[in-house]
């Protein structure tokens, strides 16, 4: 579990609000409403949210980044909530619901960052890599409130059968647009993804 507040970065000529230096914390920690308790987001109009709630990335993604990088990368280098292990996040599929802890987290979109990833890696050209390597970690949705600790399992509860996953979700936005269709056949996808998905000239079949 990782959690951080707000603070000022100079970049370049400018300064800075964002809360994506996210460090461990022991104990239990509650998810409720929208967020994690003792995080924060700096622009709730990009991040956070319902279905931006809390975000997971995959331990075994940060040491791909690691060899990628080489250099050491500790959890919640990427701004996750969620470090991860043993999970196939590109797997998983939106609306896959899973008990942690107390807490019950929906599986709702891939995380799309902005250039402050960039600010947090040290290297403004990041972004461009991290959306290439399509290892985007997950947002959750807060289904039921709940509270959740280091060492918690996690257990899958419900997998819809729609097939659209967050690697496919990722492809679709990053890469080739065709992919988009699925999206509107996935009910558990949100209204804007799906405005953006019939955008692209996708259409509901059936």
């Known amino acids: 579990m990782n959690v951080g507040g707000v603070r000022t970065v100079e970049v370049g000529d400018r300064v800075v ?7 461990p914390v022991s104990g239990r920690i509650a998810v409720s409403g ?3 308790s003792g995080d924060d987001q700096a622009d709730r109009s990009v991040h956070g949210g319902e279905h931006k709630a809390v975000y997971a990335y995959a331990w075994e993604d940060t040491l791909w980044w690691q060899d990628q990088l080489g250099r050491e990368l500790e959890p919640g280098n990427f701004g996750e909530n969620l470090t991860l292990t043993g999970v196939d996040v590109a797997a998983s ?4 619901h899973w008990r942690v802890g107390s807490a019950l987290l929906e599986v709702s ?19 461009k890599r991290f959306a290439a390597a399509r290892r985007t970690g997950t947002y959750l949705r807060i289904v039921e409130e709940g509270d959740i600790g280091a060492g918690d399992p996690i257990e899958i509860r419900v997998r819809p059968d729609h097939g659209v996953t967050i690697g496919l979700f990722a492809a679709a936005y990053l890469g080739d647009h065709s992919l988009a269709r699925p999206l509107l056949d996935a009910p558990q996808v949100s209204d804007d993804w799906q405005d953006w998905a019939r955008g692209r000239g996708a259409h509901v079949t059936g």
């Open 34 to 36: 929208v967020n994690v």
């Open 93 to 96: 599929v939106v609306g896959e």
């Open 109 to 127: 979109e891939p995380r799309f960052p902005c250039f402050k990833l960039g600010i947090r890696m040290g290297d403004p050209k990041f972004l």
């Open 17 to 23: 609000a964002t809360a994506i230096w996210k460090a």
